[in-house]
């Protein structure tokens, strides 16, 4: 079936991580959301590093929410593995203070008319990463998209309804990837 497209900047906004000092790392306080920590529809959560309870308060616009779409704005070139491309995207699904570094941005839907997880599910597809990384520039060995990249990426947008049917079949097969990954890593130990 055929949908209306639109582009990311009609029903989405864009707001970019903060550019935290290496100085300003430390182990204890708010967690910051790394490029590393991004992976398609996946979340590593693990070795995160933190800045202050005060710096964090100082810089609330890169404040993540529960159920914002955090996605990677630099990665390898074409020539790396799909897996390490720029454009990775995944949905944020914590509770409590998270913050997110530079380079990433936070695609959040400004109405009601698009899904969070549908929208996730769009920009983790091989369409999305074959579309960022053919736009991406490429500088140092890196390949880097612009917020007009993203927002120039169109998507198919059936009605509400729709979205989340085809977010819920998605989202459980997710679920059962994720149960067999944890029986195989089971059966390995």
């Known amino acids: 079936m055929k949908y209306e497209k639109v582009k990311i900047a009609e029903v989405c906004e864009l707001i970019n991580g903060i550019a935290f000092k290496s100085k300003d790392f430390q182990d204890n306080g708010i967690p ?25 308060n ?3 616009k890169g404040r993540i929410k529960n159920g914002d779409i955090l996605l990677t704005l630099t990665g390898n070139r074409k020539e790396g593995g799909p897996d390490s491309w720029v454009g990775k995207a995944a949905i944020f699904r914590e509770n409590g203070h998270y913050m997110l570094n530079q380079r990433l941005c936070i695609v959040r839907p400004k109405n009601e008319t698009i899904d969070n ?6 920009l983790s597809s091989w369409n999305a990463q074959l579309y ?13 998209i612009s917020p007009a990249i993203i927002n120039n990426y169109e998507i198919p947008l059936p009605d509400i309804n729709t979205q989340k ?17 944890r029986i195989n890593n089971n059966l390995v130990a």
């Open 32 to 56: 910051v959301i790394k490029i590393a920590n991004v992976k398609a529809n996946k979340m590593l959560l693990d070795n995160l590093k933190c800045v202050s309870v005060e710096l964090a």
């Open 58 to 60: 100082s810089k609330s």
């Open 117 to 122: 997880e549908y929208l996730a599910y769009n």
């Open 132 to 144: 960022f990384i053919n736009h991406a520039t490429s500088s140092g060995g890196q390949a880097n």
């Open 165 to 181: 049917k085809i977010s819920h079949i998605l989202s459980r097969i997710d679920l059962q990837i994720r149960i067999n990954e």
